[in-house]
């Protein structure tokens, strides 16, 4: 019975890593559909969102009736909070990559981004697939180390996404107000984004260590 139930503790966190690398999957095609105004890409986005939300609720119920059956202390217990916990923040992040989608599609056939912030959210879709693919390691080694390089990490898109202020408030600015309230929500996307992957390196800290490092970010979207 413990050797089963042990590997249905595995079988939770390898759950939450694919819910990861999908999440990163979806920002890498939003973010593409955003820079190309790529159509078909931002309704495969849009499509596959379900398939996040159903994984997180087999995380969740898998997670309740190890809680119920097992009564599980210490590292297990901690490990299935996490789980608990994190499987709501890679849902998240679907959702900010599936608003992403949605905005490409809302400006087709037009460009969505002006000129001038392209760079940006180009470096900030990689950041974001980067870090969610390294909280999909994270979660199956509970690197500790690795897990805290996750928020050094998110640093460089906070960064761009103060920076992009800058730009849309510039006296030069001539792409209008319209672009400007894109810029502005989608900046936040992908921000909010690389937060929650910061909070599930933070859920695989308290798993290893039984310590929950202190927040520096929101977890509302």
Known sequence: M???????????????????????????????????????????VIGDDQKIDDARAESEEKAYALLALQAPVATDLRTVLAVIHAAESLERMGDLALHVAKAARRRHPQATLPEPVRKYFAEMGELDVRLAEKVADVIKSRDVEAARQIEEEDDRVDEIHRHLFTVIMDKDWD???????????????YERFADHAVSVGKRMVFVATGRMPGYTHDEDL
């Open 2 to 44: 413990r050797e089963a139930y042990h590997v249905e503790l595995e079988d939770l966190a390898a759950n939450l890593a694919d819910m990861s690398l999908q999440a990163a999957a979806a920002m890498k095609k939003a973010t593409q559909a955003l820079l190309e105004a790529d159509l078909s890409l931002a309704e495969q």
């Open 175 to 189: 792409h209008g107000v319209a672009a400007a309230v894109d810029i502005t929500l989608l900046g936040r996307f």
